[in-house]
């Protein structure tokens, strides 16, 4: 992942860097890093760390600069490793992944070079300095040394004593910009803050030189190029917790307006083409990562109930290298929060090049997914900056619930609607207040079990997710069926086990594995509509939701998942915003 900028131009280039990559940073926080030209001479600060550890460095001198904030993939996470990377009269930094760097690595030292950083990206600043040495032309050394790599890159990169930021693109994202003050590189729009402004997006293969003359764009060969100009003013405001501690805290209360603002129209004009392919698909295949694809395992749920159309769900990661099949009349949906995740975006490219119609959804509008698919349903969540997916997930379940809904219209089969679920998002809300009382079971917890049937397994995986990624407790998400069939070994009374029956065909089969779990010491927390289970005995305590179409019932039996994780986050000392090692925009391998 990492976040990547660059500014040339008049205004002091250290804080414009610093502010870019404080709105970078859920791109990783590991390390961070600035290089700023002053009268031709280059100076170098990094820091292990959050960005917030470069403050220091607003007042350093140049108007000419790159910047970095890392999440750690060659190299462990300290200042060494840091970027900017410097080789000879070259400065770089790099957001990808470069494959062949043992090799090329390795070459260089034979060569007698020798390394200051673990990092993949070091190599790159080796090879663009040998050939600059030759070449002495900025671009074509970059481009040379693009040429050798294996893997995905953006790069940014400086040449001690030239006012010039060369840049290049390879399955990572980068954009640049003309401002009023100067010109721009970022690995996100949201980076970029300038009067006047217009963004160009870099397409694989591209790249960029930036000057006082403004934003030059060349291809692959190097030939100017012209892309396609971002339309101003289409960013958000910057994000604020507001009354929140915590945007995780705020963005699990937004819920409810999230999933009001996602639910399409679908009987609109705009989608009249997507509403043709829905009625002659035969297949649905979801490709998605983490909480996207438990958000498909949802739709898969509702799909097969409602529409009775055979849906598959794809990890990502293991689809685009499974050979899938890919039957005619397959419509293969993507669902990401950023648009940007690397895995799900190579699973979505290859759909299509096996015949099938892609449909995007995704919480950014000028997303390398927008930009792939055939069909776009936004979320319409806002900007979610809690590493952690809440309330995106919610709006993809109230998207694709929509779609769900849509394609057993066609096929004359009953419809259920929407319409209530931001409102019963909102009373759940308001039942999920003592949620926090429950911390004090997971506190000394050794692992934590999530149990459902159906739907509720779906969001009994996604609790699951929640919980280890900001709490770090060991927790599995399980068929509560399956549980007797080895897993029950693990429990104890030093494992809470949270249960939800939301559906009632299926809610007295999870209870007998509350049942059991229950005689064998577990503290048991139930997430039901049902009053007669909210007051059962064998459970330490329990949260009554309004009643749903039981399909549905994730989007709301999420929410007290949501927030349980966040409390216990909290009572373990975690900063649920910014768990560690994670990032919000997974754009490598
Ligand atoms: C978990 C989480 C991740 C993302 C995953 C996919 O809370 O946020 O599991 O869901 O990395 O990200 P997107 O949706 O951006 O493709």
């Given at each position: 992942m990492c976040g990547i900028v660059g500014y040339l131009g008049t205004a002091p280039a250290a804080p414009?860097?610093?502010?870019?990559?404080?709105?970078?940073?859920?791109?990783?926080?590991?390390?961070?890093?600035?290089?700023?030209?002053?009268?031709?001479?280059?100076?170098?600060?990094?820091?292990?760390?959050?960005?917030?550890?470069?403050?220091?460095?607003?007042?350093?001198?140049?108007?000419?600069?790159?910047?970095?904030?890392?999440?750690a993939t060659h190299g462990a996470p300290c200042e060494r490793n840091a970027h900017p990377h410097r080789c000879g009269?070259?400065?770089?930094?790099?957001?990808?992944?470069?494959?062949?760097?043992?090799?090329?690595?390795?070459?260089?030292?034979?060569r007698g070079e020798a390394f200051s950083s673990d990092t993949d990206s070091e190599v790159a600043a080796h090879l663009i300095d040998g050939l600059y040495r030759k070449e002495g032309d900025l671009l074509r050394a970059v481009k040379g040394a693009a040429g050798q790599l294996v893997g995905s890159y953006a790069f940014a990169v400086l040449a001690e004593g030239e006012r010039q930021i060369v840049c290049a693109r390879m399955h990572s994202p980068l954009i640049v910009a003309e401002?009023?003050?100067?010109?721009?590189?970022?690995?996100?729009?949201?980076?970029?803050?300038?009067?006047?402004?217009?963004?160009?997006v870099l397409e694989d293969g591209d790249f960029a030189r930036l000057t006082d003359g403004g934003v030059e764009l060349f291809d692959g060969a190097l030939s100017p190029v012209a892309r396609e100009a971002?339309?101003?003013?289409?960013?958000?405001?910057?994000?604020?917790?507001?009354?929140?501690?915590?945007?995780?805290?705020?963005?699990?209360?937004?819920?409810?307006?999230?999933?009001?603002?996602?639910?399409?129209?679908?009987?609109?004009?705009?989608?009249?083409?997507?509403?043709?392919?829905?009625?002659?698909?035969?297949?649905?295949?979801?490709?998605?990562?983490?909480?996207?694809?438990?958000s498909g395992l949802c739709m898969k749920h509702a799909a097969e109930l409602f529409a009775r159309v055979p849906t598959q769900v794809s990890i990502a990661s293991e689809y685009r290298y499974a050979d899938p099949i890919v039957p005619p009349r397959t419509l293969t949906i993507a669902v990401s929060q950023s648009g940007e995740t690397a895995d799900t975006l190579a699973a979505a490219q290859l759909a299509k090049e096996k015949g099938s119609r892609l449909l995007a959804v995704t919480n950014v509008a000028h997303s390398s997914l927008t930009r792939l698919a055939d069909f776009v349903l936004p979320t319409?969540?806002?900007?979610?900056?809690?590493?952690?997916?809440?309330?995106?997930?919610?709006?993809?379940?109230?998207?694709?619930?929509?779609l769900a809904a849509r394609l057993a219209l066609a096929r004359g089969r009953r419809a259920p609607t929407l319409a209530g679920l931001p409102t019963l998002a909102e009373e759940t809300l308001v039942r999920c207040g003592r949620i926090g009382a429950w911390t004090p079971y997971f506190q000394g917890a050794r692992s934590v079990f999530f149990l459902?049937?159906?739907?509720?397994?779906?969001?009994?995986?996604?609790?699951?997710?929640?919980?280890?990624?900001?709490?770090?407790?060991?927790?599995?998400?399980?068929?509560?069926?399956?549980?007797?069939h080895g897993t029950l070994?693990?429990?104890?009374?030093?494992?809470?086990?949270?249960?939800?029956?939301?559906?009632?065909?299926l809610a007295d089969k999870t209870m007998n594995a509350v049942h059991e779990v229950y005689a064998r010491g577990a503290p048991v927390?139930?997430?039901?509509?049902?009053?007669?289970?909210?007051?059962?005995?064998?459970?330490?305590?329990?949260?009554?939701?309004?009643?749903?179409e039981p399909a549905f019932s994730p989007i709301l039996s999420v929410i007290p998942l949501q927030l349980l994780a966040y409390h216990v986050s909290l009572a373990l000392g975690r900063d649920p915003d910014k768990p560690r090692n994670l990032a919000k925009s997974v754009t490598v391998e």
């Amino acid at each position: 992942m990492c976040g990547i900028v660059g500014y040339l131009g008049t205004a002091p280039a250290a804080p414009v860097l610093i502010d870019g990559l404080e709105k970078l940073e859920y791109r990783g926080y590991d390390s961070a890093g600035i290089a700023l030209m002053s009268e031709g001479k280059l100076a170098v600060v990094r820091r292990k760390g959050r960005v917030a550890e470069l403050a220091f460095a607003r007042t350093m001198q140049g108007d000419l600069g790159i910047g970095h904030t890392r999440w750690a993939t060659h190299g462990a996470p300290c200042e060494r490793n840091a970027h900017p990377h410097r080789c000879g009269k070259i400065c770089l930094v790099h957001n990808g992944i470069i494959e062949n760097a043992a090799s090329l690595r390795a070459a260089c030292e034979a060569r007698g070079e020798a390394f200051s950083s673990d990092t993949d990206s070091e190599v790159a600043a080796h090879l663009i300095d040998g050939l600059y040495r030759k070449e002495g032309d900025l671009l074509r050394a970059v481009k040379g040394a693009a040429g050798q790599l294996v893997g995905s890159y953006a790069f940014a990169v400086l040449a001690e004593g030239e006012r010039q930021i060369v840049c290049a693109r390879m399955h990572s994202p980068l954009i640049v910009a003309e401002g009023a003050d100067g010109v721009f590189a970022a690995s996100d729009l949201a980076a970029v803050q300038a009067e006047g402004r217009t963004a160009y997006v870099l397409e694989d293969g591209d790249f960029a030189r930036l000057t006082d003359g403004g934003v030059e764009l060349f291809d692959g060969a190097l030939s100017p190029v012209a892309r396609e100009a971002v339309p101003l003013g289409c960013e958000e405001p910057a994000p604020d917790a507001g009354a929140f501690r915590h945007f995780m805290r705020k963005e699990i209360d937004e819920v409810p307006q999230a999933v009001q603002n996602s639910i399409p129209d679908l009987s609109k004009p705009e989608f009249s083409d997507l509403c043709k392919v829905l009625c002659q698909t035969q297949y649905l295949h979801i490709v998605a990562c983490g909480t996207a694809y438990h958000s498909g395992l949802c739709m898969k749920h509702a799909a097969e109930l409602f529409a009775r159309v055979p849906t598959q769900v794809s990890i990502a990661s293991e689809y685009r290298y499974a050979d899938p099949i890919v039957p005619p009349r397959t419509l293969t949906i993507a669902v990401s929060q950023s648009g940007e995740t690397a895995d799900t975006l190579a699973a979505a490219q290859l759909a299509k090049e096996k015949g099938s119609r892609l449909l995007a959804v995704t919480n950014v509008a000028h997303s390398s997914l927008t930009r792939l698919a055939d069909f776009v349903l936004p979320t319409h969540a806002g900007r979610e900056v809690g590493v952690a997916a809440t309330k995106s997930f919610n709006a993809q379940l109230a998207v694709l619930y929509a779609l769900a809904a849509r394609l057993a219209l066609a096929r004359g089969r009953r419809a259920p609607t929407l319409a209530g679920l931001p409102t019963l998002a909102e009373e759940t809300l308001v039942r999920c207040g003592r949620i926090g009382a429950w911390t004090p079971y997971f506190q000394g917890a050794r692992s934590v079990f999530f149990l459902g049937r159906g739907a509720d397994r779906c969001a009994a995986l996604e609790g699951s997710l929640k919980l280890k990624e900001i709490s770090y407790l060991p927790s599995e998400g399980y068929a509560a069926g399956e549980l007797k069939h080895g897993t029950l070994a693990l429990v104890d009374n030093a494992t809470p086990v949270v249960a939800l029956a939301c559906d009632r065909a299926l809610a007295d089969k999870t209870m007998n594995a509350v049942h059991e779990v229950y005689a064998r010491g577990a503290p048991v927390f139930l997430v039901t509509p049902f009053e007669e289970l909210y007051h059962a005995r064998e459970v330490t305590a329990s949260v009554l939701l309004p009643r749903c179409e039981p399909a549905f019932s994730p989007i709301l039996s999420v929410i007290p998942l949501q927030l349980l994780a966040y409390h216990v986050s909290l009572a373990l000392g975690r900063d649920p915003d910014k768990p560690r090692n994670l990032a919000k925009s997974v754009t490598v391998e």
